[in-house]
């Protein structure tokens, strides 16, 4: 992504579907992007049996003074903390931390309701077009996001702070598997769409509407702040049975000469309601 100049940025575990997504099938050795609100990428291979080191393509780290009011932690001292089992639920002054790489996605906060049914051609295939988040005001366009031609996964125009994007190798938002939006956390113009993304909690409400004029309502489970040199790889992309949704964004320290971030904050959250 491109240069910022300013420091605020871009269930137990389910049953794994039979049937592959799109994603899975079409992304073996997948770079996303990490550095969602600065240049970096986060270079992920999706899903092994085990999951793989990380690397997110950055100089080596020379951590800048000023942080986001957000905590993180500093890897180099990561011996020192005990990663939590699970994802944590958010919520008012409390931290946002990492969990274990092999720990599951958080349970649902609400009962789930099935997935909608993959469209069987390209004719009928619906995509998302609007994201609303009422917690933190986010009323978005969603755009769509590709890899490129070395592997990394795009992300909304700098023109357009307040857009987000769906990545289009994963699910749409209401199908089965983990469905994938980014956003910006900041450009030189100030806040993006994502600025408050790590104010979600457990129980939060998330509603994307599709072109195929239905609207899914999506309630967010838990979510994290980790480390780009850990991303938990597995448990943001691995297929599930059920639908589910996966924001992501920057946070932790800016780094004024690399232009990185050192972490990236994920929201997890289960397909609650569907109508239309």
Excluded at 120 to 140: E, F, G, L, M
Excluded at 153 to 173: I, Y
Aim: hydrophobic content about 35%; proline content about 11%.
């Amino acid at each position: 992504m491109a240069e910022e100049t300013a420091p605020a940025e871009t269930t137990p575990p389910v049953k794994t579907a039979p049937v592959k997504t799109p994603m899975q099938r079409a992304l073996p050795g997948l770079l996303i992007a990490g550095s969602l609100g600065g240049v970096g990428l986060v270079m992920v291979s999706l899903l092994s049996l085990a999951p793989p080191p990380v690397d997110d393509g950055s100089l080596p780290r020379e951590v800048a003074a000023k942080a986001q009011d957000a905590p993180t932690v500093d890897v180099q001292n990561a011996g020192a903390f005990v990663l939590a089992a699970t994802v944590g639920p958010g919520g008012k002054n409390v931290p946002l931390t990492p969990a274990r790489l092999e720990a599951p996605p958080p349970l649902a906060a609400a009962p789930v309701v099935p997935a909608i049914p993959r469209a069987k051609t390209k004719a009928t295939k619906a995509r998302p077009i609007r994201i609303k988040i009422p917690k933190i005001k986010v009323n978005s366009a969603i755009g769509s996001v590709t890899m490129d031609a070395k592997n990394a996964l795009g992300t909304p125009p700098l023109t357009k702070p307040n857009q987000t994007g769906w990545f289009r190798g994963s699910p749409v938002p209401g199908e089965a598997g983990p469905s994938i939006i980014n956003g910006h956390v900041s450009t030189r113009t100030g806040p993006a769409v994502f600025d408050r993304l790590r104010e979600l909690a457990k129980g939060d409400q998330i509603y994307v509407y599709r072109s195929d004029k239905k609207v899914t309502r999506f309630t967010v489970s838990g979510i994290e702040q980790a480390s780009k040199t850990s991303f938990p790889t597995k448990r943001v992309y691995e297929n599930t049975s059920n639908a589910q949704l996966r924001l992501i964004t920057c946070g932790g320290v800016y780094n004024k000469t690399t232009h990185h971030y050192t972490d990236n904050i994920v929201v997890y959250a289960t397909l609650s309601k569907k109508k239309g």
